[in-house]
């Protein structure tokens, strides 16, 4: 204790001024002169007589200390200045602000002491950050300067005020390990325990938004292995009329399968769907899972309206194109949803199908759940897809391979699909295989090249897979499809996703969602037994 204070005393002595303009520094001293000091006088207290205390509290009177408060707003500058420069909490321990050692490196009391500063703050980020600091510091003291209890209790539940409760209950364990009495350590792990009992059902958890943002800015992508099996190429899934125009369609992903279809809405229907969605904008609502109400939330920004075949030709057109990108009936399909975001607008994570146990879910459609989306992109946001080059560069995935070496069958049995090469630069197709229904799937190969880049993220607004790391970027008149349930009817978990933030112009989507009912012999059948979905 006697060295802190010399060290500290002779370091200020060499230039008070620029000793105490650095705010670690100043920090330091204050604390030494606040809650180190009241050490200081306990162990003076424990150890001399009564006539030394007396001439002690007179010093402490004359002098002016510091305090609390002085010891406070040291703290908040120094966490003030570390979150506006960003400034890494080991280094600043080291006593080094952006490279330069300024000041005397700090021990596990003092990071403890900036933790436990921040907290009375309630900035729960800065006290999670310093008493991970003031544990990491504590391992290497040989005379340990603050119990590891007492961090790890500000640490718990400064983690649970962050929304990590399962890393919470973890270091509350530890702590129980240390101190198995602890009262408050004993309470808080039942109440964590609980709230995670009651979140299992909540998807929207402090990791999903973590992984929904990092996708948001597309600092997260498939793994190389995954991107590599992606294929690209036409399909005319067997229908008469599209064998003149096929699809142009991409794979997103493989399990589950998302498919990017390109150019499957035209000018004018964008036009008569916006004209027609405009006027009867609302709010968009969202289904409450325990209460089954339906109603606005922060989780969902935008507006909503709903358009029927019956209004227009070109809705009709639209929807029938559904039927036929898909092979799925529209006859119990919900109406066309048109949805328009603003700048901020979003769409947090969530799953299009009503989840076991949800209140309500569809069944006052009595159409079974919804089994499939389609998801249009009836607006670009704007610059979006600018850095996209390409012979084809109306593909949007980064990494879809335009020539496979064997024929790719169009997931599930049913209606099997062929891709199929193109041969010394010219097209072929090849009927699939498989009799029944089929599917035609035309490969272009060799004259395509395509040559696409992660460009940097420039308008916000693309739609994320959070559990699988996709991320589809919106592209006027491109649809996104892919299967929400199982087919043996249960949810497919995986299928999470989520509207990112615009953040300039604004969005326009259009979703189409398909049910259960009708869809017997259209869709085609699963080559493994699903998982179930896992109850909540
Ligand atoms: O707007 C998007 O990108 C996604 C919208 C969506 O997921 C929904 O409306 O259910
Ligand atoms: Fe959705």
Redesign the pocket.
Known sequence: MLKTYTDQYKKASEDVQAYVENPINAYLLVKRLTTDWEVVQDLIITNTGEEFIADFDDLKGSLKFPSDEDLNGAAVALTRLQKTYKLDTSSLANGEINGVKYATELTAADCFELGRQSYTNDDHYHTQLWMMEADKRLKLEVNQSVERSKILEYLAFSTFKLGDVRLALDLTNKLLELVPTHEKALNNKVYYEVEIAKTKDIFWNRQAKLFYEALCREEMQPSDEILAELKCGYMDNGNPFLKIAPFKVEEAYLDPQILIFHDVMADDEIATIKALAQPRFQRAVVQNFTTGVMQPSSYRIGKVAWLKETEHKHVADVVQRVEDMTGLTMKTAEDL?V?N?GIGGH?EP?Y?FARKGEKNGFKDLGTGNRIA?V?FYVSQVENCAKSRTGHLDNFTTPHCSPFPKALIHFKGKGRSGVWEKYRGGLLSIQRSSTPGLSAYLLFILNLVHIHFKMSDVDQG???VFIDLDVVVR?KKGTAVFWYNLHSNGEGDRSTG???CPVLAGS?W?S?KWIHEDGQLFRRPCELERPPPEYTI
Do not use: E, R, S, W
Request: glycine letters at 6%.
């Open positions: 949803q949805v975001y769409y969530h299009d989306t998801l607004g693309a739609t919106p996703h989520a509207a969005k989507v979703n």
